[in-house]
């Protein structure tokens, strides 16, 4: 497994953005996916990045409004979020599964292996 690390969370007003980062550890060829969890709420795929990064996948919510990236020389990826709205509060969680694929993508909770602690996201209305 690899161990992540997450950073970027905090306050903003709706329509403000936010940058989330998320630091992992080892080899790079991983799959690299954002979740997030809202109090009271099952956990909702965000965005994938193939560990190419040649592909991305966006969940309906968020598509047009965030960008998911990848930096390879500093094993990180990002989640750029924009035009935030206060349903995008929430926990967000970065994920990591090996693949021996470069343009594989996976977009289920279960199908990563590797979680990161979280980093809240607030949007004030």
């Known amino acids: 497994q690899v161990q992540l690390v997450e950073s970027g969370g905090g306050l903003v007003q709706a329509g403000g953005s936010l940058r989330l980062s998320c630091a992992a550890s080892?080899?790079?060829?991983?799959?690299m996916g954002w979740f997030r969890q809202a109090p009271g709420k099952e956990r909702e795929f965000v965005a994938a990045i193939s560990w190419s990064g040649s592909s991305t996948y966006y969940g309906d919510s968020v598509k047009g409004r965030f960008t998911i990236s990848r930096e390879h020389a500093k094993n990180t990826v990002y989640l750029q979020m924009n035009s935030l709205k206060p349903e995008d509060t929430a926990v967000y969680y970065c994920a990591a599964e090996h693949s021996y694929y470069s343009d594989s993508l996976y977009t289920r909770f279960e199908d990563f292996s590797s979680w990161g602690q979280g980093t809240q996201v607030t949007v004030s209305s």
């Open positions: 080892g080899r790079f060829n991983y799959v």
